[in-house]
């Protein structure tokens, strides 16, 4: 990460205080002085800034953001931030691993594509609920009993996950709402009822469209609308998913095999679609859960 002064000025940074625990990251400070910060290479973490003071301007891409007092903005990789002289705020930062898993659990299914936090500002004072728990996360005692619990269980590191997966708008809200419609229409079942009878295979949207009577495009539309994913990233998860059971419950199969059995072209493709959808590759999971 690299730091530079936006004006000249003799001093910059910043002061606060820093907690962490299991994976947890929160910072409250001030900055002394205006200065930039720019990424030397991507994050692997989702950070969550809460401001209190003046405003931060972030860069993504073409796209720039100012985030004022009593607003917070989630994202994973701007070009760069420009930090204001004597601003405040609260940085919660979290794995992009850790999201990943947890949502998987919370959705019962691997994902069929990556989490992706809603990068404009948001008023604080319309997430109550997640405004309250990193104010309760900034108490003493909050770090005293998440470091006696994170010896004992996940369950606090999950109420922080729960927190800002519930709480804050991404690309799989909707889903984890369950504002789906129950009943799917008949060329849909009929293409879903292929897929899940063939679950190891990749059907082109062509041929799901031709078993079904309709076209390639309200077959795409309609299976959207129900399922929330598309023909590609359903079928996806139902790979996955098969893989994840063989891992599970057939430790004598190499995740080679597993890889090939389940339609994909390589043991280092299998590990990468793996390891975005779960948070962890095949052998960390075969090891968790053994």
Not at 92 to 106: C, I, P
Not at 123 to 132: D, I
Not at 203 to 223: D, I
């Amino acid at each position: 990460m690299k730091l530079e002064p936006i004006f000249r000025q003799p001093q910059y940074g910043i002061l606060g205080k820093t907690i962490s625990y299991d994976g947890i990251f929160l910072e409250r400070s001030i900055t002394v002085g205006g200065f930039r910060v720019s990424p030397c290479e991507p994050f692997d973490v989702t950070l969550f800034n809460f401001m209190h003071h003046l405003r931060v301007g972030y860069s993504f891409g073409s796209n720039q953001v100012d985030v004022g007092a009593g607003q917070v903005i989630g994202y994973q990789n701007a070009d760069h931030v420009d930090v204001h002289d004597a601003s405040s705020h609260t940085t919660v930062t979290l794995s992009n691993n850790a999201l990943n898993r947890r949502l998987s659990e919370l959705l019962d299914a691997p994902l069929a594509h990556q989490l992706r936090f809603h990068e404009q500002p948001m008023e604080q004072a319309k997430l109550v609920s997640l405004t309250r728990l990193v104010a309760l996360m900034e108490q003493d005692n909050f770090s005293e009993v998440a470091s006696f619990l994170s010896m004992k269980s996940g369950s606090l590191r999950n109420l922080v996950l729960d927190g800002f997966l519930f709480g804050f708008p991404h690309n799989f809200s909707e889903r984890l709402e369950q504002r789906l419609p129950g009943v799917a229409p008949r060329h849909v079942k009929r293409a879903i009822d292929y897929i899940r009878a063939h679950p190891n295979q990749v059907t082109s949207p062509e041929a799901l469209a031709g078993m079904s009577g309709v076209s390639v495009r309200s077959l795409q539309y309609s299976f959207k609308a129900f399922t929330g994913q598309t023909i590609s990233e359903y079928q996806l998860v139902i790979r996955l998913s098969g893989a994840r059971a063989d891992l599970i419950n057939d430790p004598e199969s190499s995740i080679s095999t597993i890889s090939q059995k389940w339609g994909f072209s390589s043991p280092s493709s299998f590990s990468k679609a793996f390891g975005q959808s779960f948070g962890m590759t095949p052998s960390q999971m075969r090891r968790a859960k053994t």
